[in-house]
């Protein structure tokens, strides 16, 4: 099957616009994971899911962050009044119960506030 | 809270020759994941190798190859006979079970031709 897929690729946007990325994780993963990833650095924990429930959002850097799974599949992670600081790529990750410790990304959405 | 380190910003090896990649990680917990993950410039993580804490035996994934020291906390990754594909940035994370990775700041490798 298919592996994790995110869109857009790349955003661009201007200081104070809002955005919104798209995970689609493997089909049957539960558990949905975001990272942010900084120029040159690792990628850094944002938020996890595990089907509907966000069941950890202590990595979400402001307020201004927010992410959804609504119905335990697709997740959108949105943005609003993007700051410079938020430029990133923003990757995805997804898991089953049966292989907790593996996680399978996905190709990463890289955003540029301009 | 878990931290990951990885001291070597920058490596590069010849072409066919052995590296290695250092790592050191901090935990409380008993009972955890490490890996190493390559980002090429595609941005896509793929996953190298992954040591369970609880196994005492060493990882092997063909030319990879990981020595784990949990009393020392210490992950470092052997590449033998380094191809060209193997560029790319290497990232040591640790995981407890089922939660999220902490990532190290990453190493980035060059094999020279």
């Known amino acids: 099957g298919a592996g994790v897929s995110q869109s857009p690729r790349y955003k661009v946007a201007k200081r104070g616009q809002d955005v919104a990325l798209r995970c689609d994780p493997i089909s049957g993963h539960v558990s949905l994971f975001w990272y942010q990833q900084a120029l040159g650095q690792g990628p850094e924990f944002l938020t996890y899911?595990?089907?509907?429930?966000?069941?950890?959002k202590s990595g979400l850097p402001s307020d201004r962050f927010f992410a959804e799974r609504p119905e335990g599949s697709v997740s959108t992670l949105k943005i609003q009044r993007t700051q410079q600081e938020d430029s990133a790529v923003y990757l995805c990750?997804?898991?089953?119960?049966?292989?907790?410790?593996?996680?399978?990304f996905g190709p990463g959405t890289r955003l540029t506030v301009t | 809270a878990q931290t990951v380190t990885q001291s070597q910003p920058e490596m590069s090896v010849q072409e066919a020759e052995t590296v290695t990649l250092s790592c050191t990680y901090d935990t409380s917990e008993n009972n955890y994941y490490l890996f190493w993950y390559k980002q090429p410039p595609s941005r896509q993580m793929i996953l190298v190798i992954r040591q369970e804490a609880y196994k005492q035996q060493n990882a092997t994934e063909n030319r990879f190859s990981v020595n784990f020291q949990k009393a020392a906390k210490s992950f470092s990754l052997k590449i033998s006979d380094s191809q060209l594909g193997d560029t790319a940035m290497y990232f040591c994370?640790?995981?407890?079970?089922?939660?999220?990775?902490?990532f190290g700041p990453g190493t980035r490798l060059s094999v020279l031709p």
């Open positions: 994370a640790f995981s407890g079970y089922g939660q999220n990775f902490v």
């Open positions: 990750a997804s898991s089953t119960p049966r292989t907790v410790y593996e996680q399978y």
């Open positions: 899911f595990q089907n509907e429930a966000q069941l950890d």
